[in-house]
């Protein structure tokens, strides 16, 4: 059974999720060096918490949240290890992470993804995210055809 659980973003586990994503990025990007421009958009010191999602006592995925504005939150860090995908783990996690976002009092929650992460960007348009145009440090990035900004309106 698949559990969430909100943790800081400190936590051990989340940072090996992180490090697992980051390697994963860099083989569909070809290289750390092609998304440079973006790492220093995803420091984990920037987020106020962290879910973890949790099969069997073991992390499987995770997702941060960072905060953009007094009304709007920003997914960031969203992984699942490829053994745990097409499981429910990614609908859970940010299903946990939209509730926790109104608790907060945010009434949009914004992500930056890429268009090789196909099944993210399928499950973000299934939860109620829409594409929109590039947003923060997004906006003011080399053009990268790759990139994907989106949004969701919460109801508070």
Wanted: proline share 5%; with cysteine.
């Amino acid at each position: 059974m698949i559990e969430i659980e909100l943790a800081e973003p400190t936590h051990p586990d989340f940072l090996v999720l992180c490090a697992a994503l980051d390697g994963y990025l860099n083989i569909l990007a070809g290289g750390e060096d092609k998304r440079k421009q973006y790492l220093p958009h995803n420091r984990v010191e920037d987020l106020s918490v962290v879910f973890l999602a949790r099969e069997n006592d073991e992390a499987i995925g995770c997702a941060g949240l960072k905060e953009l504005a007094a009304s709007t939150g920003e997914v960031k860090r969203v992984y699942i290890v490829p053994r745990a995908r097409r499981h429910g783990a990614g609908r859970m996690l940010m299903e946990a992470f939209e509730k926790e976002a109104v608790k907060r009092g945010y009434a949009q929650l914004v992500l930056e993804s890429g268009a090789p992460l196909k099944e993210a960007m399928r499950l973000y348009a299934r939860l109620g995210f829409s594409v929109a145009p590039p947003y923060g440090p997004y906006a003011e990035m080399e053009s990268s055809s790759d990139s994907i900004c989106m949004v969701k309106n919460l109801v508070l």
